[in-house]
């Protein structure tokens, strides 16, 4: 189901800005028993996103509301959320008034092997790079041609995601997904005040580490940091938790700090599904 602005309908304005300039931002959710998972969390971020961005932020019950009819019979699925500003005429300054585009769709649930969270996946490093910019450092925004040129590297199926860096060698995120790595240091993850998604995960994920006494930080991290962790995974609202057991030549064990995580998370979730 698609509804936009409220009404049943598949297309928007020609006019509209998230088509012309990549004006907007949107939310993946996972969805399990007709309701859209880790909410909350979901439009924190979209209505920061909204701030940054200076665009109109929805109602939030309008908002609720639309997400639960497209999600209604939803036994587990994908609710994708686009807001865009809305329509304006040509040219890059957005108009000082308008009405912000709301776009609700529902997807299958993606056919993700079983044995992703059980063995581990195989990881590669893209060529592609992330650009640094504070301005929209975090943002979920719609503007992915970075993740789409890096997606496009390879086509094997046996690699389930691919690592990207920043224009100086940083390791930030993958395409899809936030990283984590385990060493003697504790649970480390990239920092993201320059660029990457700040996953509604991510934070599920610092948190339950917090309640855990895990030791955790985020830090800058280079490839040599991968090549020495001990563990490494990658998170995201769909996939929760994935180990890592290999990135190009270097394998990894699913270790006990990530076995942990991952079965706190486990049962977290299940307790907001029930």
Avoid at 107 to 128: D, H, L, S
């Amino acid at each position: 189901m698609i509804l936009i602005n409220g009404q049943a309908q598949d297309h928007i304005a020609v006019a509209d800005r998230g088509l012309h300039y990549g004006d907007g931002l949107f939310e993946t959710i996972a969805v399990y028993g007709g309701l859209p998972r880790l909410w909350e969390r979901h439009w924190r971020r979209l209505s920061t996103g909204c701030r940054r961005l200076g665009i109109a932020q929805p109602d939030p019950e309008i908002l609720w509301e639309e997400a639960s009819h497209v999600c209604s019979g939803v036994d587990r699925g994908v609710l994708k959320i686009i807001l865009t500003r809305g329509a304006g005429g040509r040219g890059y300054r957005p108009p000082q008034t308008g009405q912000a585009t709301r776009i609700m769709a529902t997807y299958p649930w993606p056919a993700y092997p079983e044995a992703n969270w059980r063995q581990g996946v195989e990881v590669r490093i893209c060529t592609t790079r992330l650009g640094r910019n504070s301005a929209l450092a975090g943002m979920k925004h719609l503007n992915r041609l970075e993740q789409v040129l890096a997606r496009s590297e390879w086509e094997a199926p046996h690699i389930a995601e691919g690592l990207m860096c920043d224009d100086d060698d940083h390791v930030i995120a993958g395409t899809m997904s936030n990283l984590f790595i385990v060493t003697a240091k504790g649970l480390l993850t990239p920092v993201l005040t320059a660029c990457g998604v700040a996953g509604v995960m991510r934070s599920v994920i610092l948190e339950l580490a917090a309640e855990l006494d895990i030791t955790w930080q985020e830090t800058q991290l280079r490839l040599e940091d991968l090549h020495c962790a001990d563990e490494v995974f990658l998170t995201n609202a769909l996939i929760g938790i994935w180990p890592v057991r290999c990135i190009e030549q270097r394998d990894y064990s699913v270790g006990s700090l990530t076995g942990l995580l991952g079965g706190r998370l486990q049962a977290l979730l299940g307790a907001i599904s029930e």
